[in-house]
């Protein structure tokens, strides 16, 4: 058969296989057969492509290394699973089975946690925006609201006066960690005296009792030490407002943003070098809660834990569909699936790997997904080797924020499955077609074709 003619390409050499850093980047492959012993092309024969892939056995066991770091260390802690992230019922399911409660920030949210039969106390209402009604059914099912700003002051107040009763509220809360930028426009500030202020007014109208507090200070923190001065200022601000107003303070929300071993575009580090342990951020944080409070205080402390539970834990199966020479020389690939199922490829640089041995040289090339747009861009610049049309990248880490943020746009979205822990395959979101994205759309009698 003759082969398909290809202009050359005038590359650097590499000399020498091996050096002092290892392995040439130019002769090494990054191969993945089978995604929890489940081969790749299993897994495509049956589901297709693209296809998300979540591991059940990675899932559970990132939530217990959470679990125990913060558990052997403080003796009142619960983790409420962030269902932003991943609110998939079976992947929300699991993390209930392994013994999280649900945090939400949304009424949509809040009712896929009480379909899932979560029960109201067991839920966790944060987010800038809550309808009246919202508020009013999370009230009577006893679930934890944080306030976020004066409006949702005077709307809880509005709930406290319909149903006749006091309602026992948390309260978000913003300020300086050292953090940047840092995150104010959720919450009330604490430096400026704005959270002071929604206490007196919850004292003075009597129709509130804050008996928590809550503050999450950003996403993918690389910095545990923020976390001991969230405490120290949060534990603080506990002391000054039992004092002063005779609350008592329950809880201690400190949020989630743990990152996940992904790296950050701009970064030189590997996420293996430049992420800290679970354990640096569990003894930073509960060494700050013993130095701030009070003998025989143990205040309950809850974690939103979402990023750095699932992210490794999920893949996506592309498949190349073309491939050709840009005006630079370089090699570009389109793959089946593109920034409209990975939101998050703006701000991160997956790992990518290939379903099989390729021989050949890497070069720089650059991955594109199928969106009809100049911005699908999966990875701008790797070294691949020469891949045939067909050949599947396996792009991780990528299961956070991905499936609740992907894009019905041009395209369909894709199956996604659940591989268990005895390697059962379920499919635990199906592939749209034609009837999901048109059964809501109306079409004027006066607009139809005749």
């Known amino acids: 058969m003759k082969k398909k003619y290809e202009r050359p390409v005038i590359l650097k050499v590499q000399t020498g296989m091996m050096n002092k850093f290892g392995s040439s980047p130019y002769y090494t492959r990054k191969v993945r ?28 066991q990132r939530y217990r290394n959470l679990y125990n770091a913060f558990s052997t260390r403080y003796p009142n802690v619960t983790f409420g699973w962030s269902y932003k992230t991943n609110y998939l ?62 409006d949702e002051l005077f709307d809880m107040e509005k709930v406290s006066d319909k149903l006749g009763k006091q309602i026992k509220v948390g309260m978000r809360l913003n300020m300086d960690t050292g953090i940047h930028p840092q995150w104010s426009r959720f919450g009330l500030n604490l430096e400026s005296g704005q959270a002071l202020d929604v206490v007196k007014r919850m004292a003075s109208t009597g129709k509130l009792i804050l008996n928590g507090l809550h503050c999450h200070i950003g996403t993918y923190i690389l910095e545990p ?17 039992e004092e002063k ?49 009070k003998p025989g205080d143990f205040p309950k402390l809850y974690l939103e834990t979402g990023r750095g539970i699932i992210d490794e834990a999920g893949y996506l199966i592309t498949s190349i569909v073309s491939s050709k020479r840009l005006p630079d020389s370089r090699k ?39 969106m009809c747009m100049n911005i699908d861009v999966i990875e701008e610049g790797t070294l691949l080797p020469p891949l045939e049309k067909g050949t599947k990248l396996i792009l991780s880490p990528v299961g956070a924020y ?14 996604v499955v659940l591989i268990s822990e005895d390697r059962q395959i379920d499919l635990i979101r199906e592939a749209e077609d034609l009837s999901d994205i048109s059964k809501r759309e109306i079409l004027p009698e006066r607009l139809k074709l005749k």
């Open 33 to 60: 057969k089978d995604i929890d012993g489940v081969s790749i092309n299993e897994l495509t024969e049956k589901f297709g492509s693209p296809l998300f892939v979540f591991s059940e056995t990675e899932l559970r």
């Open 89 to 150: 019922p079976a992947i929300c399911s699991v993390l209930h089975q392994e013994g999280a409660i649900a945090e939400v920030v949304s009424e949509m949210e809040y009712d896929k946690a009480r379909t899932l039969g979560i029960p109201g106390e067991d839920i966790i209402y944060n987010g800038p925006h809550k309808s009246l009604s919202a508020l009013e059914k999370a009230v009577e099912a006893g679930s934890m609201v944080n306030i976020d700003h004066f």
């Open 225 to 241: 030490n923020a976390y001991a001065i969230e405490i120290e200022k949060m534990i603080k601000f506990t002391y000054e407002v």
């Open 245 to 293: 107003f005779g609350y008592k303070i329950e809880y201690l929300d400190i949020g989630g943003g743990f990152p996940s071993k992904s790296k950050l575009k701009g970064t030189y580090q590997s996420p293996e070098l430049l992420i800290p342990s679970i354990d640096e951020y569990a003894e930073k944080i509960t060494t700050a809660l013993y130095h701030n409070l």
């Open 332 to 370: 570009a690939y389109i793959a089946d699936g593109g920034i409209n199922l990975l939101y998050t490829a703006f701000w991160y640089k997956y790992n990518i790997e290939i379903d099989r041995d390729v021989q050949g040289t890497n070069e720089p090339s650059i991955v594109y997904g199928p």
């Open 402 to 415: 991905n499936v609740t943020q992907w894009m019905q746009f041009i395209e369909y979205r894709p199956n």
